[in-house]
């Protein structure tokens, strides 16, 4: 079966731009999350969404990262005025429940703000 | 944001050798997971833990649940060519919902 997709896989953008990176979770996958890994780092939380709901956003690193889930099951992270700190992996996961239930993940988009 | 202390940061082998790394926490754990990653992918899930003390295998790959909740060890045996990436560990707080809290990564290269 088809596992988590991202696209795109590569975003180049300039500083100061809107970006929108999207996740397709498994189907069936009810929790879905983002993280951001830097080069040479493992990945850092940014939010889990259980349903359509943000159950956990404490990751999000300041008020120009947002991400929906409007119909609990594609998810859209949104970054506002990019800077060039922002470039990185951003990856997306999902598994059937919250809690410790497995976490897949997809390809990853790699973001780079010029 | 915290991550996981993980020994070696990298290492070489060669083919045939075993290979141990570990990864410490100063917080509890009530789920450790290990995951493998290629330059450019996802991470992919090798093994799962659920439970102190628990040692399970997957293949070629084992894995042990620390006693103290604070430690998790992942041993490959006869190590080949396709072994090589980063290797994570992760961990889910006790009493947080779900995120997971990755290691530092073991670079692991296999030589002929």
């Known amino acids: 079966g088809a596992g988590v997709s991202q696209t795109p896989s590569n975003k180049v953008t300039e500083k100061g731009k809107y970006v929108e990176l999207r996740c397709d979770p498994i189907?069936?996958?009810?929790?879905l999350y983002w993280y951001r890994q830097s080069l040479g780092q493992g990945p850092e939380f940014l939010i889990y969404?259980?349903?359509?709901?943000?159950?956990?956003d404490s990751g999000l690193p300041n008020d120009r990262f947002f991400a929906v889930r409007p119909e609990g099951s594609v998810s859209t992270l949104k970054i506002q005025r990019t800077e060039r700190g922002d470039s990185a992996m951003y990856l997306c996961?999902?598994?059937?429940?919250?809690?410790?239930?497995?976490?897949?993940f997809g390809p990853g988009t790699r973001l780079t703000v010029l | 944001g915290q991550q996981l202390n993980q020994s070696p940061q990298s290492m070489f082998i060669q083919e045939g050798e075993d290979v141990s790394m570990n990864c410490t926490s100063s917080?509890?754990?009530?789920?450790w997971l290990w995951y493998k990653q290629d330059p450019g992918e996802g991470p992919v899930l090798l093994i799962a833990?659920?439970?102190?003390?628990e040692l399970t295998s997957n293949g070629r790959l084992t894995a042990q649940f620390g006693i103290t909740r604070k430690d998790s060890f992942l041993n490959i045996s006869a190590s080949i060519p396709s072994d090589v990436g980063i290797y994570f560990c992760?961990?889910?707080?006790?009493?947080?919902?779900?995120?997971?809290?990755f290691g530092t990564g073991t670079r692991l290269q296999v030589t002929l």
């Open positions: 969404f259980q349903g359509t709901g943000a159950a956990d």
């Open positions: 996961a999902s598994s059937l429940a919250g809690g410790v239930n497995e976490q897949f």
């Open positions: 833990l659920y439970k102190a003390g």
């Open positions: 992760a961990g889910q707080l006790t009493g947080t919902a779900s995120k997971l809290t």
């Open positions: 189907s069936g996958h009810t929790a």
């Open positions: 917080s509890i754990f009530n789920t």
